[in-house]
């Protein structure tokens, strides 16, 4: 084990045992090398990693917001490393579809499940960003963005932090996929008034608890879109 995995393994025993709260500072970058009888430069590096994996945020100076904060924020880690490794071809196209897949209609069927137990303050959100969809000569990035905010209020309905972290994780990778996808489409403003047509029928279907058409509904949403663009041809999984 290399020694900045030593202070990540030490932090990590750390934040379990519950020496640290979110919203506090981790000591100094040389207190914390006197402590763990390490280099600063091995400090230095595990702090990156984990400000890249999203665990903490760091600010340079001396006032009350410098040094190393813990804030975990398990959606920036998860996404810079899919986005990546999708990027470098390691992760298939199909393979992010096929997780985004299996857990958002998980998701969905629970926000279903749980959607006359709560308030109907996210259904309001939910229909403003499909009414903000439905804007004609929406720009396509700006039409994604709306697309992966609608998917998400409903993903957090479902009550669970974990999926709603990988789902949010996977937002870029997602965003890639569906860029791509756009290009290779004969009428993008048709496949857009069908996805809004598709979102409208998952939103019913999870106003109204009917958990198996909003499960149904969303599977066909996801896949009938990775279908039509022509990517499941990209993939011999497919």
Known sequence: MR??????????????????????????????????????????????ILEAMGMIRTAVGSGPDA??????RPAAGLGAAVRLHVASGTLPVHDVVATRATLETWAVR??????????????????????????????????????????????????????????????SAVASYVARGVQ??????????????EHREILDAVVAGDVDRAERETREHIWGFYRETGLAGDSPAS
């Not at 979110?22 to 970058?29: C, D, H, T, V, W």
């Not at 040094?67 to 975990?72: E, K, L, S, W």
């Open 67 to 72: 040094g190393a904060t813990v804030i975990d």
């Open 184 to 197: 290779q489409l004969p009428a993008w403003p048709a496949t857009a008034d069908r996805l809004c047509g």
């Open 110 to 171: 629970e926000a279903a499940a749980r959607s006359g137990d709560t308030d109907d303050g996210w259904a309001a959100e939910a229909t403003r960003l499909l009414e903000a969809m439905e804007v004609p000569g929406l720009a396509v990035d700006e039409f994604v963005r709306l697309d992966q905010d609608f998917h998400l209020v409903l993903v957090r309905l479902a009550g669970n932090q974990l999926v709603e972290a990988i789902l949010a994780g996977l937002r």
């Open 3 to 48: 020694t900045h995995e030593k202070v990540l393994a030490r932090i990590e025993s750390d934040l379990a045992a519950g020496r640290w709260a979110l919203g506090e500072r981790l000591p100094a970058e040389r207190a914390l090398a006197e402590e763990l009888q390490v280099s600063r430069p091995s400090v230095r590096e595990a702090i990156r």
